[in-house]
Structure formats: structure tokens, C-alpha cells
């Protein structure tokens, strides 16, 4: 992913997770744990990073949210 694509779709998941109520402190964890998986992957010049290979688990009962564990890592 590119530098630019990366800071769009941080703003996007910013404001999503706003517009829906989610905890400030979950959206800013997940935005840190984003970047350090993308720096991860640079490091140990992980190719294969793409939009299938992360995600975000939502629990709208209690409007909290977190990044998934990072998977399709090889």
C-alpha cells in the first residue's frame, strides 16, 4: 500500500467508526496498530499486503472495536 492510500483509509476508518460511536480510545489503538503492522510488513518486506489480509471486529453492543490479528502473514 502506498503512503497516500494508507492516510486515506485512516481517515475513513476514523470517521466511520465515529459516525457509529465507537470508544475514541478503540479508534486510536486501531489506527497505531494499523501503522505498526504496515511498518511491520515493510521491515520483513512482506509483499503481499493488501485489504484482504486485516481487518477491524466490531462488537456494536458495547461499541467497542479493535484490529484483528494479523493473518496471511507468510
Known amino acids: 500500500m ?13 470517521k466511520y467508526l465515529n459516525e457509529k460511536g465507537f470508544k475514541s480510545q478503540d479508534i486510536d489503538t486501531i489506527k497505531k496498530e494499523f501503522i505498526k503492522q504496515s511498518l511491520f510488513n515493510r521491515f520483513v518486506k512482506q509483499t503481499d499486503e493488501n485489504n484482504h489480509n486485516w481487518g477491524i471486529l466490531l462488537n456494536e453492543k458495547e461499541k467497542r472495536a479493535r484490529i484483528a490479528p494479523i493473518y496471511d502473514l507468510d
Open 2 to 14: 502506498s503512503c497516500g492510500f494508507e492516510y486515506y483509509l485512516l481517515s475513513y476508518i476514523n
